[in-house]
């Protein structure tokens, strides 16, 4: 799981959900909702100013190595969300649980959408051959979900639970990412998206981390569901090796969305020691 706190950086910091907790994380807390549920358990975040860090086994906002493509000179029609049920809206790769219903007021769907598929697009991943769950949730459903995974009566602004452990086997090696065998047909046709697990999300930590580091929500948002969605794959920040790839990564995504660097003037030693966490 993965969990941000408020800093003039604010930058993402999370880690993994404990492995053995039971369920994955829902509107209630309980079993998952939306689509492609595996039977891993959670993994998450709690994120410090300027990193993040997985409640299973991750730490800070990782740094990351990988380039955010190429970057097409006429950008994509604007994405657009498709309602599914009361509670659900399907964004391209991601499928939003809306649980706090004061999302609804947000542009949560396109911003996630973006950031998605900003990050797959980097990996070299088809954006239509993945997906993975996003509950859009409030301080005091994450605090309960933080409790419970990690251990950490508190708020906290996203958690992760990777549906499968692709942590590189070395410090600072690449994770292993999705290959051909694990991906549906190139076109379509036969076979499901690859679900890649869940993402959870706190509204009013991330209202209040934008605020305090004088940053756009959109922007903060966005760079919160990329830095979750790294988790999903494999990234990390345990060690300061998986830190810089994590984050040189995250910083190309960011770049390619015209997002400044949240990790700029904000040095890890000092992103450890504010967000109580020491690191992971």
């Known amino acids: 799981m993965t969990d941000l706190h408020p800093h003039p950086a604010t930058a993402p910091s999370g880690d993994k959900a404990d492995p053995e907790g039971a369920g994955r994380p829902s509107a209630a807390g309980g079993a998952g909702t939306g689509r492609g549920r595996s039977a ?4 998450g975040e709690a994120s410090a100013p300027g990193r993040a860090v997985r409640a299973s086994s991750s730490g800070d906002p990782g740094r990351g190595d990988g380039s955010a493509g ?3 000179p006429q950008p ?33 769907p396109v911003l996630a959408r973006e950031a998605a598929e900003a990050a797959l ?5 088809p954006a239509d051959a993945v997906t993975f ?24 602004n996203v958690l992760s639970w990777p549906a ?3 942590a590189p086997s070395c410090p600072g090696g690449k994770p292993c990412l999705p290959g051909a065998d694990e991906l549906p047909p190139v076109g379509g046709g036969a076979g499901e ?26 922007d903060h948002l966005r760079h919160l569901v990329i830095h979750g969605l790294l988790h999903l794959l494999g990234y990390d920040h345990e060690t300061e ?40």
């Open 193 to 218: 998206p690859l679900f890649l697990g869940d993402l959870a999300i706190a509204r009013e930590t991330v209202l209040r981390e934008a605020m305090e580091a004088g940053r756009p929500v959109a």
């Open 70 to 72: 190429d970057g097409s």
């Open 121 to 125: 697009a980097a990996l070299a991943l």
């Open 76 to 108: 994509p029609p604007p994405p657009t969300a498709d309602p599914v049920e009361e509670d659900e809206i399907v964004a391209g790769p991601v499928v939003i649980v809306i649980d706090d219903p004061a999302w609804r007021e947000t542009d949560l």
């Open 40 to 43: 891993a358990g959670p993994s």
């Open 241 to 280: 090796a998986d830190a810089e790839r994590m984050e040189r990564l995250e910083r190309s995504i960011l770049a390619g969305l015209a997002i400044p660097d949240p990790y700029a003037a904000f040095p890890a030693e000092t992103a450890a020691q504010e967000s109580g966490e020491g690191g992971r």
């Open 164 to 166: 499968v452990d692709r």
């Open 133 to 156: 769950n996003l509950l859009a949730t409030s301080d005091a459903a994450i605090r309960v979900l933080n409790a419970r995974f990690r251990g950490k009566d508190r708020p906290t």
